[in-house]
């Protein structure tokens, strides 16, 4: 089995190899990829979409990376691979970002990605550092994890999803916070994975481990 880790030039890729990496030896579930090359996409057997920065530049960054964008959408929705977004990675599967200017995204799960709004003044955006998991439907990826599971944060922008049968869990940040959203061969994580220790390389291996 191949995982491809869609490198087009939105962030920092080594702690994500690293940690993909480690879980599939760990998991024996094959070989993980860096990748900028749209025939690699297109041949993976699973596919992830990492992402730091704003939504439209991502977006456009995409987009204008060789290729990338058109193999990607072909894998995921004629392919049916297993996706897996990582921050503003899952940010970009909402129908519409808000970010800066309205940017239309993948549109692979209904919803709009709008500045986090704590209703508490104390708290600060961007929303930074570890949060508790509060499961809202099962999935996969949960195996040996619970409510109470902390991850980490770094984002000013969240996903308010259309349908709440799409948001499979989300944090308390004065007001719920999307977390985790998914349907089909589809999740997204708006914690980075990789930097949440126990549980975030748990839920990588979930994901590796995944059969939809």
Same mark, same amino acid.
């Given at each position: 089995m191949l995982t491809a880790i869609i490198d087009y030039e939105s962030g920092n890729?080594?702690?994500?190899?690293?940690?993909?990496? !480690?879980m599939a030896r760990e998991t024996g579930t094959g070989e993980v990829i860096v990748t900028a090359r749209a025939a690699d996409?297109? !041949?993976?057997?699973r596919l992830v979409l990492p $992402?730091?920065?704003?939504?439209?530049?991502? =977006?456009?960054?995409?987009?204008g990376a060789g290729g990338l964008y058109d193999a990607m959408v072909e894998a995921v929705e004629v392919k049916g691979r297993p996706f897996l977004g990582i921050c503003v990675g899952m940010q970009l599967m909402a129908t519409m970002g808000r970010e800066y200017s309205n940017t239309a995204g993948l549109g692979w799960i209904g919803g709009e990605v709008t500045r986090i709004m704590p209703g508490e003044p104390?708290?600060?955006?961007?929303? =930074? $550092?570890?949060?508790?998991?509060?499961?809202?439907?099962?999935?996969?990826v949960f195996d040996g994890i619970a409510t109470g599971d902390h991850t980490y944060f770094v984002h000013s922008y969240h996903m308010a999803v259309?349908?709440?049968?799409? !948001?499979l869990a989300h944090v308390d940040y004065g007001g719920d916070v999307t977390a985790i959203? $998914? !349907?089909?061969? =589809?999740? $997204?994580m708006?914690?980075?994975?990789?930097?949440?220790?126990?549980?975030?390389?748990? =839920?990588?291996?979930?994901?590796?481990?995944?059969?939809?």
């Open positions: 890729l080594h702690s994500a190899q690293k940690a993909f990496e !480690r996409v297109a !041949r993976a057997d $992402g730091d920065g704003a939504f439209p530049a991502c =977006m456009a960054a995409l987009k104390a708290l600060k955006v961007p929303h =930074m $550092g570890w949060n508790d998991l509060v499961i809202d439907h099962p999935h996969a259309t349908d709440p049968a799409e !948001r959203i $998914g !349907r089909d061969t =589809m999740i $997204g708006q914690f980075h994975p990789e930097k949440s220790q126990t549980t975030g390389l748990k =839920m990588i291996a979930n994901f590796l481990a995944w059969k939809p």
